[in-house]
């Protein structure tokens, strides 16, 4: 069930410009009188409901036992799954801009009304793991335990690359920027972001084709397809903003060192990688796990690519329960740290 | 200098349409007397003027002795620089679907007019290499020695899913279908391509942020301006029909099974791949060289990707200086080859 956080002060941005307050849709999974508390953060197009896109991890049988947890999960600012953002706009670029650490202190905003002033698991996909991340670096006491999964500490040039031809190709449609408009161009986006999410291998897999044509394509059906979907189910304009608080994401901006803000972090941290993920390459998680103190490496072997996250859930799984429960000796690294605390 | 074939019969179309005639632009350089021919077909964006385009290639200081050759290149069917194409046309979405096939066989209309039964090269990259290979398979005494370079025998679903997804940007775009219009799309396009011509690593390399911002990203303004750029010299239209082209390629196609199909071509061949090809991958040229019967495998190692074979002139010259002149061994493949004539 969705519960709704209201923040009524002024709220400023990292851009400089500010939000008159704001509202974030959140839910708490679980037991939800538990002490301990898991904090999921959700990816660029996911929602606060961890249970239905993240069902693989957290479900009945799933390695947590959920009588014994809340699990929160709250919309990012900026997102069209309830929290404010250029979709309630009837001029929605006109919104301003967003970054990582601006979602990251609207939903420590919410941690703070809820209580909640430390969690026993922090854990995020992608754009999730950035949240994640960063609030582990600015508050290195929240979260006892912190698993960052496909995501990165600085957003690459290649992934800023993937999402600007994405925003060009929402920006072509003209009718991007009116309050209905964006439709085209978003499914357009879509299809880019598919390559993205997925690998040369997958699409070999399941898009080859098995009549021999000369103009028709499974795999060409399949990007349009994905498109038309998303399209029905995403607002262009939030897609625009997120994707832009996406490429915002360096925790050691204004901060020092990469290397130095890194060692801040203070919980014992899994990072999990996907070996063919072409948008948050393993090089990204490998240098996470070097540089945050306490921290082991887990490496996911899939063909999916980045999307492998919300698939591989047996490898998930195992990497995770190995993590919490026994010392981590799964897929061990080259990166293996010994644990320090 | 250009010249133009002008072709006045009926011209049957794989797709079962059919062109009134076409035009075909073509240079000859080099000698134009030589008797011996090195015939060269263009990139998807090329031209018919390869001292141009590959001038690391066919240079007064390249390999070849440019006063014993003529070196002859057409532009394509369907292509905006010379030859007939949709760019033509008030309605240039009536034109006629194209397939590698058509390309083709339109340049061996050409050929014949010109009286060049056989040449001494055949050469090409990407797009330009999927057409050598397919006339070296409906023509195999035509070309004595046969290049093909960061190409393949059959497009890949990944590939063709990064053209859909190109084309489904030029689509948001509202005036795409009208004479003058498609410019904001084909900017989008190019942008996409850019990631599929290139690598993590090369965008890794050049367009890292100097500056730390959160909202200004140097990868962003590049791949743009690369958008700009080419929508200042090429028509969306003729992209579109162009890249529907080359999802077409399946040297099988209706031929019988592809190994077979491969095994008819008698040219003596070198395969060139790039190690970092995201777009066209090693294993497509590696398969090329295992099943032409008298092929060789050249790696480009660069972290260029695809676009390497317009950079990296002294590994390519190398390789063919070496495949040309001496007993093929650099970069010795597990897949080489000894030659069988």
């Known amino acids: 069930m969705n519960n709704y956080f209201l923040y009524h002060n002024q709220f400023n941005l990292e851009s400089g410009q500010s939000l008159d307050g704001f509202k974030i849709t959140y839910t708490i999974a679980g037991n939800p009188f538990a002490k301990k508390t898991i904090w999921v953060c959700h990816a660029l197009s996911g929602d606060a409901n961890p249970l239905e896109w993240w069902a693989g991890l957290f479900s009945d049988s799933s390695l947590f036992d959920l009588s014994e947890y809340k699990v929160v999960c709250a919309n990012t600012l900026g997102s069209c799954y309830g929290s404010t953002g250029p979709a309630d706009l009837d001029e929605p670029l006109t919104f ?13 905003l919410l941690a703070e009304y809820l209580n909640i ?12 793991g950035q949240q994640a991340l960063e609030w582990s670096i600015q508050d290195p006491d929240f979260a006892k335990q912190l698993i960052l999964v496909a995501t990165n500490a600085v957003h690459s ?9 994405q925003r060009m190709a929402l920006r072509a449609d003209l009718s991007f920027g009116l309050k209905t408009g964006g ?7 879509r299809a880019i972001a598919m390559l993205s999410y997925r690998s040369y291998q997958d699409f070999y897999l399941k898009q080859k084709d098995e009549e021999r044509s000369a103009q028709n394509h499974r795999a060409s059906s399949y990007v349009a397809y994905q498109g038309e979907k998303f399209a029905d189910r995403f607002n262009p304009h939030a897609y625009y903003y997120l994707s832009k608080a996406m490429d915002s994401q360096d925790v050691s901006r204004g ?5 130095d803000v890194l060692s801040s972090v203070k919980s014992k941290t899994l990072v999990i990688g996907v070996d063919s993920d072409a948008l948050f390459p393993i090089q990204e998680q490998e240098f996470l796990a070097n540089h945050i103190p306490n921290a082991c490496l887990g490496v996911i072997r899939s063909a999916y690519g980045h999307d492998a996250f919300l698939i591989e859930y047996e490898q998930l799984n195992d990497l995770i329960k190995d993590f919490l429960y ?12 010994t644990k320090t605390n």
């Open 96 to 108: 301003p801009t967003l970054s990582i650490r601006d979602m990251v202190r609207a939903h420590q």
């Open 117 to 128: 002033s430390a969690v026993e698991l922090l854990i995020g996909p992608s754009q999730g």
């Open 157 to 165: 040039p290649y992934a800023i690359a993937f999402n600007e031809s």
């Open 183 to 189: 439709r085209e161009g978003l499914r357009a986006a």
């Open 255 to 259: 901060r020092g060192s990469l290397e």
């Open 326 to 337: 026994n010392e981590f000796k799964n897929n061990k690294p080259t990166t293996f740290k």
